[in-house]
């Protein structure tokens, strides 16, 4: 006879990873941004950081099964597949023992030619875990990075127990769908999940798909969320919305700091540019998808180099402004740190791991971007380290 299962209420305790939690009809809604943050963008960055990367349900316990029931929203595009169904990593004691998935639920389905959006409904779905051995143990519960998750319900067939914060030193990062995770294999197998495992630190995860575009409210997100280090990956979400021009960067890169720097002023920051894209090195943006014949999604630039000289964003001239804007701010600010991309992802490798859809690395370059990142940011020395 099966030990009947019981039910643990979804509180901001068992969550990490999440900047606020929003109360719905269903239960909980990890957010990545804060409310006021949340009203001032647009429906992109909506989308993104209501996409829980890097959130996860934590608790001690010696339970050997675990459901939670959620309400997903995928998003696809009109004309293309949907993504494959998200991914639930369960890490036990800090390592990958099982993977699984829910149905149902909801899909957001986009138009990239007219930005139209429509949402298709659908029911809660269940995530399973069993045969989890019988001893008190710390359980982690990776969210899919690739959709939108509401948390409704939490059972196991022993008591949980909320895991106290402050155990370990916290880690911020901000940057595009690359450190959000497109293309990672699962939702602790992105690049930031990766190295924050690899240095043991708590990550919060302020990674959003096409939305890293120095906006002021994601500034005063990253000054108001406790952090022990922060990081600020900056480019090509630049580049591929063709938002700015060369003149208007420098002040806007200043301006996003000066707003972390009002709350953290001597939190060790490190400034990130892009790793290679060479589609956007040499080529301004607008970025621009085209679909093969089996559905599948490539990414092209659409401006023209000759523009460059006018004003126009590439990579390159990112990297050369970001490289200046740090170097300006060095002497009055001797806790920021400035990293050139291509040392984390660069033209060998690009040889050896091209960019599978030309703009986001696949599973094995995310290993290799996690491993340098953690070298780089948190060995001995480092910007960031301890």
């Given amino acids: 006879m099966s030990t009947p ?13 999440a900047v606020e939690l929003e109360r719905t009809e269903h239960g909980v809604l990890p957010h990545r941004l804060p409310a006021r943050g949340r009203a001032q963008g647009d429906g992109q960055i909506a989308m993104a950081e209501a996409q829980p990367s ?17 309400l997903r929203t995928r998003v696809g595009y009109v004309g293309t597949p949907l993504r494959p169904d998200g991914v639930y990593d369960l890490r036990v004691d800090g390592e990958l023992v099982a993977q699984g998935g829910t149905t149902g639920g909801k899909v957001l389905r986009l138009d990239p030619a007219t930005g139209a959006a429509a949402t298709e409904p659908g029911p809660v779905g269940t995530v399973r875990f069993d045969g989890l051995a019988d001893r008190d143990k710390l359980v982690e519960v990776w969210l899919p990075h690739t959709e939108i998750t509401e948390l409704v319900a939490l059972r196991s067939d022993a008591p949980l127990t ?45 990674g959003f798909g096409g939305s890293a575009l120095l906006d002021p409210f994601t500034a ?7 952090a022990d280090v922060i990081s ?19 002040p806007a890169v ?37 679909v093969t014949g089996e559905g599948t999604l490539l990414f092209r630039a659409t401006g023209d180099p000759a523009d460059v000289a006018t004003g126009r964003l590439t990579l390159q001239v990112i990297r050369e402004e970001l490289a200046r804007v740090v170097a300006a701010r060095a002497p009055d600010d001797p806790h920021l740190h400035h990293l050139d991309g291509r040392e984390l992802y660069g033209e060998a490798d690009a040889v050896e791991h091209p960019l599978p859809d030309r703009l986001h690395p696949d599973p094995a370059t995310h290993r290799l971007i996690a491993g340098r990142f953690a070298a780089h940011a948190f060995g001995p020395g480092g910007p960031l380290a301890g």
């Fill in 220 to 226: 005063r997100a990253i000054r108001d969320t406790p």
């Fill in 5 to 17: 299962l019981i039910s643990t209420e979804i509180t901001a305790e068992l969550v990490r990873g």
């Fill in 162 to 206: 909320a895991v106290p914060a402050g155990g370990r030193r916290v880690w911020l990062h901000h940057g595009s769908s690359i450190s959000h995770g497109s293309n990672a294999a699962s939702p602790s197998t992105t690049w930031p999940a990766l190295a924050a495992a690899e240095v043991g630190v708590e990550l919060v995860n302020l």
């Fill in 54 to 70: 890097g959130v996860r349900v934590v608790v001690r316990t010696r339970a050997t099964v675990l459901e939670l029931d959620t």
């Fill in 254 to 290: 200043h301006g996003f700091l000066d707003t972390i720097r009002e709350g953290r002023p001597t939190t060790p920051l490190l400034v990130v540019s892009s790793i290679l894209c060479p589609i956007h090195e040499e080529t301004p943006g607008p970025g621009a998808m085209d």
């Fill in 232 to 250: 600020l990956k900056i480019g090509i979400n630049l580049v591929n919305a063709d938002l700015l021009r060369r003149r208007a960067l420098g």
